[in-house]
Structure formats: structure tokens, C-alpha cells
């Protein structure tokens, strides 16, 4: 029921891709860049394994290059 909500008002305001688990994503990669360590980072978002914790932020950071080169290109 919440996950209908956010996809619908996500749709509303024009924003593709988000989700619920947008949150789950967003949280860790806010709490690492303001930076708490991997390990406090997990604690934090219930993460039992580094390895999946990192691969949620790789994907953050990779998406964040990917925006920033878009931009640069779309003038």
C-alpha cells in the first residue's frame, strides 16, 4: 500500500525510478558521505554484510557520476 503511494505521487511529480526501497537506498549513502564508516553505516541500516552495504552505495556513487556527465553534455 505505501509502495502504491510513492510509485503514484513519484508519477505525479514526474520523478522516474523511485521507489520504497529508494529510502533504503538513500539513507546508508547519506550517512557514509557525511561520514560514518561502512561498519555504522550498516549498524544503522540493518545491513548483516558489508558486501551488500558497499554494492548499494557503489551503485549511489555510480549513478551520481552518471548525472553529473549527463548534464555536461545537455546544454
Do not use: C
Not at 15 to 29: D, L, Y
Not at 52 to 68: H, I, M, P, S, V
Request: aromatic letters at 2%; charged letters at 25%.
Amino acid at each position: 500500500m505505501l509502495a502504491t503511494a510513492i510509485t503514484k505521487l513519484a508519477e505525479k511529480l514526474g520523478i522516474e525510478g523511485m521507489s520504497s526501497h529508494s529510502f533504503r537506498r538513500s539513507a546508508p549513502t547519506v550517512a557514509h558521505q557525511a561520514g560514518l564508516n561502512l561498519r555504522e553505516v550498516a549498524e544503522i541500516s540493518g545491513h548483516r554484510s558489508l558486501a551488500a552495504l558497499e554494492r548499494y552505495l557503489d551503485q549511489d556513487a555510480a549513478r551520481e557520476k552518471a548525472e553529473a556527465a549527463r548534464s555536461l553534455l545537455v546544454r
